[in-house]
């Protein structure tokens, strides 16, 4: 299994971002899936799940902010993210809602003025 996330970047306070994992070697569809943050010093924590019912749940720290999605077609995750804060700013990984699968090269998220 194969994960790469993309989409991140220094963004401004209140900005927004979309990043992007695409996944291969899995059958996707049939996989509830998640996105995780780290921030340096910081473990690895959970952002937000998305089941294969289309279920969601987020973390308190982004309800109402960020919002998890998938493509099926395109074995592709995505993860929108409005109002950014600067405690947003982490790297950010993909992964089973398990963490069943080697970790991706995460993608880098800098909120700052």
């Known amino acids: 299994v194969q994960l790469v996330e993309s989409g991140g970047g220094l963004v401004q306070p209140g900005g927004s971002l979309r990043l992007s994992c695409v996944t291969s070697?899995?059958?996707?569809?049939?996989?509830?899936m998640a996105w995780y943050r780290q921030a340096p010093g910081l473990q690895r924590e959970l952002v937000a799940t998305?089941?294969?019912?289309?279920?969601?749940t987020y973390a308190t720290s982004v309800k109402g902010r960020f919002a998890i999605s998938r493509d099926n077609s395109k074995n592709t995750l995505y993860l929108q993210m409005n109002n950014l804060k600067p405690e947003d700013t982490a790297a950010y990984y993909c992964?089973?809602?398990?963490?069943?699968?080697?970790w991706g090269p995460g993608t880098q998220v800098t909120v700052s003025s």
């Open positions: 992964n089973s809602r398990w963490r069943d699968w080697p």
């Open positions: 070697g899995m059958v996707f569809a049939i996989k509830h």
């Open positions: 998305l089941d294969t019912d289309g279920t969601t």
